[in-house]
Structures are given as C-alpha cells and as structure tokens.
C-alpha cells in the first residue's frame, strides 16, 4: 500500500471512531436549524451512527413545539461528501433522511406528512469551496480553479492536486462536517394542534453546576431583560417578589440544595441591586425540580416509554435518589440521557412571580 493510500485510510478510520479533529463539534446551530453529523458512510442516528448523539433531543424538542402549535413545517435537508459514486452518495443523504424521519414518526406516529419536507444533496461542494477559501495552504489557488470549473472529474483532480495532499486534507478537516441533516422548522405556528401555554412568570437558568448569573444560558437575555422591564416600571413599592429556586434532578440532594439557594440569592442581589428593598424579596427554595420534569415530560415527549417516566416521578414512595436511578434504568439509560440532553437545563432556574398588595 502507498504512504498515500495508508494515510487515506487512517484518516477515515479516525473518523469512523471520531477520534482526533475529525470528532469536534457539530456546525454551530442557528436559531431554529438543529444540525445532525454522521460517521463515515452511516446513515443512522444512534451514537454508532452520528458524531453527537444529544443533538436527538433537540428534535425531541422541536417535534413537541409542532405539535403543540408553536412552529409549523418541519424541513429535513441531507447531504453527502464528495467520496464516491455520485449514485451511492444519493443514496446515502436520502437514507439520513429517512432516518431522522422514522425518528420523529417514534415519538410522534400520528404526524401528518404535510408537516413534513424533505429534501436530498447528493454532492455538497459549496462547503469545499467555502473551505478551500478560507485556506491559507499554497496549493489554495489550484484548488480553486478545480472546484470553480465545477467539471465532473473535480474529484479525481482534486485527488490527484499536489499527490494527494489537498485531498487528505479535506477528508481530515472538511468533509465530516458535510455529512449531515439539517432540520430547520417554519416559525409561523400552525393551527392543527395548536394548545394555549399559559406562562406568568419571568425564568432565569443556569449552567450545570453553576449559581453565577450568566446571560448567554438559554433564553437569559430575554428573560433579564423582561425582568429589568419589570423592575424599572412595573414593581410598586408595595409589591412582593417571590423567588422559587430549583435545581435539576441530577446528583446528590444535598449539593442540589446548595445550588438551588446560591442560585436565589445570586438574583436576590440582582434585584436588590436594582433598587428593591431586601424586604419585599422573599427567597422559596424548592431544591430539585422534580415537578418541572414531570410539566416538561408531559407536555414535550412524546416516545412510548412515557407513561414509565410518568410513574417513576409520581411515586411517592421513592425519594428523589430511587427516583433518578429508576429513571436511569430505563431502556439501558436512553431515555435519562434524552432527558438531561434535551430538558435538565431548563430546570435549573429561578422563577420570579410578583404578588401585588392585597
């Protein structure tokens, strides 16, 4: 075997494993696109299959938003590298599709194909093209000329450019990241399965283990800044703020308890600071937020073992450390890593009501 054929092979065997560079994170997700990266030659969306298996909960999240009427069309666009018969690579990206479509027909059977569009890429060459622009290697030029002439041989040139160099480097650095599902969703709501939500109060999250005010987790932006709304205009002096802090489900009670009242007394002193007396704050801390999974399970999942994750919450007869092993038994541990993937981070919060004098 040649040196180059051997470094070829390695490279896509790196891949398959995702090992190395080749295993860094997905493209950066939009707001409302949710990107799927595959393995070399999957067309699947188990951990074997894809380079980032949690991204499956955010489809998780998106079905429940459609079905609930808040977004409407979901579209599902799969794409292929440039390796390989052009026939092979069709079929490859439109069994990705299908894929992420019996996906979300397992959580949601009654789904109506209206809701959903989807599109197949052979080839995507516009990536290698952006990436080959960004180059700064001295073969970028001849490259350039190559995939610009968009002829039907660029493959075998691009092989053959600089004895193989450019190619590896595109294998190593360029084409993982073209395999891959997009599913993107219509923002307009549609009026099928529309359900009314009904939410009074302003929601601050934190990170992971994390009690310090940080504005980039989740939706923080918006929700401090309806929260400064509140409190530059709407607070009078003879309101009551009330703050039910919550960690989420995960490890020992003990530390829960800690997090979830640093937690309050880290928007406390946001409030305070604000020019709200300490008095008319009072902090409720609720430690692990076992009632805001079971709200989250019920209203967004929607996978058959449902009903199980529903009886585990409601069991009185657990306490909260049998609770979150029941749930890690479940289907060898699948669903409790869907449920951290895709809602754990959302029940790590503090709620702030106001309650008006009486």
């Known amino acids: 075997m040649s040196s180059k054929s051997l470094i070829s092979v390695l490279m896509i065997l790196a891949s398959l494993v995702g090992s190395g560079r080749v295993s860094a994170a997905p493209a950066a997700q939009g707001a409302g696109r949710y990107t799927i990266n595959y393995k070399v030659g999957r067309t699947g969306v188990s951990s074997s299959d894809v380079f980032d298996a949690s991204m499956l909960s955010e489809i998780d999240s998106l079905v429940a938003r459609v079905r609930k009427g808040d977004a409407g069309q979901i579209r599902i666009k799969s794409y292929s590298s440039p390796e390989g018969r052009y026939s092979w690579n069709l079929r490859l990206a439109e069994k990705r599709s ?15 194909d209206s809701l959903l569009a989807v599109e197949n890429v052979a080839e995507d060459w516009d990536p290698v093209l952006y990436y080959v622009k960004r180059s700064k290697e001295g073969w970028k030029d001849e490259a350039l000329q190559i995939l610009r002439a968009k002829s039907d041989d660029r493959e075998q040139k691009l092989q053959d450019l600089w004895g193989g160099v450019v190619w590896d480097e595109l294998l190593w650095n360029c084409f993982t990241r073209i395999r891959r599902t997009e599913i993107e969703f219509d923002p307009q709501s549609n009026t099928q399965f ?13 990170a992971v283990g994390q009690t310090a005010l940080v504005k980039s987790v989740l939706d923080n932006t918006a929700q401090l800044a309806a929260l400064s709304g509140l409190l530059s205009d709407g607070v009078s002096p003879s309101d009551t703020l009330y703050l039910d802090a919550y960690a989420s489900p995960e490890g020992r009670l003990s530390w829960n308890r800690v997090l979830a009242r640093r937690r309050a007394e880290s928007i406390k002193k946001y409030i305070v600071d604000y020019g709200i007396p300490e008095s008319r704050v009072i902090v409720r801390t609720n430690d692990e937020n076992w009632g805001g999974l079971r709200l989250v399970v019920s209203e967004e999942y929607f996978g058959s073992d449902k009903s199980d994750i529903l009886s585990i919450i409601d069991d009185e ?25 895709g809602w754990m981070s959302s029940l790590r919060c503090v709620n702030v009501t106001v309650q008006a004098a009486r």
């Open 317 to 341: 007869s657990m306490d909260s450390e049998q609770r979150e092993a029941a749930l890690k038994r479940l289907s060898g541990g699948r669903v409790w890593n869907r449920l951290v993937a």
């Open 98 to 112: 299908q894929s992420v479509v019996q996906y979300i027909k397992g959580i949601w059977p009654e789904i109506p």
């Open 194 to 206: 529309s359900e009314t939500v009904v939410s009074g109060e302003i929601s601050i999250k934190f």
